[in-house]
């Protein structure tokens, strides 16, 4: 009876938070599994075919590129369930994205009350990279719902010694899974440290945070180290080779000759000169273009996602505010001290179009640091945690704007403070408002949000049309309209490729003991085969089909990659396989070399004659042959 009633109490005090993760559940489930086509994302595949191998016994052979193999197992532990890993790996995509939706307003509550932990809930629900992680089968979006947890514990307004130590329990697990959690770890242990001027009380929980951390990922640390002999099975060197934006040859050549092999030391002192101009290049222009959108990217987690430097307006101006400052005239000297230093040191050494945000930023800080007893207690974990998760994710240049999920809830937060908060003060500065006006801002404010909102929702479709059906012309929002009725029921590339592997690789003679040659994982789903990963733009442009199959004129890059994304995973270089098949999809937007294009072509006299062409779609253009290799 009692039970019942505080059941009852929770969804009568929460109908609202609740209600927004019902919707949001509610839509990404039919969305996921009634009109997603999971063969779109390879990573799922790779993620389970890899922890299965672990499972089976073969962890030494296997390496998962810059991530620990926590999200591996996981998927492939919890197939057995579900037998179909798309499926699986879909489930926990949804329900962590749910799990982030519902707990983001009890967190927000924590520190600022319930009107804004409702409207950065509501953010949160409609941004399109949220979306579009709940959606699909990938490996990113758990780690976030285990880090948002976490935050959930540590930002109690008593910080007791359970709080801190399911926060660190949660933030452990996470880091099992994506390494990102280590750099949040960094910011709470610094927030536990100077929180109050209770030393010894802080000097204990932070003592307690940081061996419950290790204690939970003390199962990674040993098998990395039992495996590998280091404790963290990791190689930047793959995530900033090729992908740095000012490279030399003489770096590459480095990079790709200690592929396996090197520690961020070697990276950073390889070449140092060269490492501080990306990584300035990284930490004022490209991770923030990630979050802001400087470049009329779509790749980015904004606000206003479609609209540049808009959702960077609102959220430094909330950030401000959230200071509480105190503009005397010590305060003033020392932020226009700051600013003129840093344009000095830009306009002399830097470069004013990609480290323009040094001088916005930097005199931000200084005045959080001047007003750190003002701000809410609460809100300092998550604020310490961004700083230290913005400052050393930078070293590398991050791909895709959801990296940046771990420290996202700083960015709906200020944008609720911005409109529930800053807008009113902004109108109302003497408090001399009368009720009508009050009201009239309130429409106001209502209107704005709408927009943004209607602006996420419809960024949301069009990237979503633009993943799933190759849809990248924009015609007008009339136009737009009339797709979602008129082509709902297109038939899409992937479903007809899904079917035709299925069809006729899957039925070809001793399929689960051949190697097929292709790109992707999907023959390995569909058709139970083995696979040699091949992006076909490998190699030397000047050699044969025959040599090219064999991979030995590869760069080191090219074959160490395909090495760990074969499948089985071959980390060691020890299987050395020849393919049995070749799959070949001519893609409009790759750009194949001509001597591998002639394979779109099986009359061209070029092809070799023991290429045997099975298969020709005139659906999707897909090539299949047979290789018959010489006795």
Known sequence: MSLTWNRYEFIKSNKYPLLITLIFFSCTFYVSFFVDNPALSGDALYYFFT??????????NVKVLLAPIGGPIIFATLDNFFNDPYITIKIISLLSGSVIVFLSFFIIKNIFGFKIALLGQLFIAINPKMHFQSIIPLNEILPVALIFTSFYYITKKELLPYHIIFAALFLGISFMIRYQALLVCIGIVIFLLVRDRKIRKNVFQSFLFVGIFLITISPLILYNYSNFGTFLDNDPAVGMFDRNHFQTPEWIEEASKNLGSSSIQDIIFFDFNLFMKNYFYNLFYHTPDRIFNFSSTIDNISPTPPIPFLGAIIILIGLIYSFKPTFDKKTLFIVGTVSAITTTIILLVGDIQTH??????????SLGILSIKKIEKQFLPLLTSAFCFF????????????????IWLVFP????VFF????????DTKNKFSNYQKRKLIKIIAILIIIILLVNIGFSYKLFRMIEYNDKTYEGIPEEIKKIFIEKKSVRLVDNLSLEMKEVLGKQPNIQSSYVMATGLSPVYYADSKLIFAEFTEGNENESLESYITRNNWSGFEYYLSNLNSFPTDRN?????????????????LEIPPNLKILEDPTNPLIPSNFELIFQSEKTGMVIYKINHNP
Do not use: C, W
Request: charged share 15%; proline share 11%.
């Open 420 to 427: 529930i908060n800053v807008i009113p003060k902004i109108f």
């Open 51 to 60: 922890g299965k191998q672990i499972l089976d016994g073969e962890g030494e």
């Open 573 to 589: 270089d020890i299987f050395h396989p020849k393919p049995d098949y070749l799959l070949f999809i001519p893609l409009p937007e």
């Open 356 to 365: 323009f945000f040094a001088i916005i930023i930097l005199p931000i800080i």
């Open 413 to 416: 937060i200020l944008t609720s």
């Open 391 to 406: 400052i050393m994710i930078s070293i590398v240049p991050i791909t895709r704007g959801e990296h940046l999920f771990s």
